[in-house]
């Protein structure tokens, strides 16, 4: 079955950095768009950054262009998200996302926290 696992997320001061991870199995991977989400309290679920299966295409939501970056490693099953320059507003729980076959399916979560 699908099985997305994130890990990474910790407690960083503003301006700090993260490199959170997703690891994925149970599909062909290098074969699908993989997605981070995010989810702050109070606030839906939001997209953060896109990824092509072949990494030649990203995308980003305006809020963390510049400072975010999505890669891949297709070897590894393995998604990426750098975050840089981070800002309490950065704080949320960020989430792996592969859509297959009209179904989407989510990892458990990684918590990002930013203060000072």
């Known amino acids: 079955q699908v099985q997305l696992v994130e890990s990474g997320g910790a407690l960083v001061q503003p301006g700090g950095s993260l490199r959170l991870s997703c690891a994925a199995s149970?599909?062909?991977?290098?074969?699908?768009?993989m997605n981070w989400y995010r989810q702050a309290p109070g606030r839906e679920r939001e997209l953060v950054a896109g990824?092509?299966?072949?990494?030649?295409?990203?995308n980003y939501s305006k809020d963390v262009t510049g400072r975010f970056t999505i890669s891949r490693d297709n070897a590894k099953n393995t998604v990426y998200l750098q975050m840089n320059s981070l800002k309490p507003e950065d704080t949320a729980v960020y989430y792996c996302?592969?859509?297959?076959?009209?179904?989407?399916?989510w990892g458990q979560g990684t918590q990002v926290t930013v203060s000072s």
């Open positions: 990824i092509g299966s072949s990494s030649s295409s990203t």
């Open positions: 149970g599909f062909t991977f290098s074969s699908y768009a």
């Open positions: 996302n592969v859509r297959i076959h009209l179904r989407r399916y």
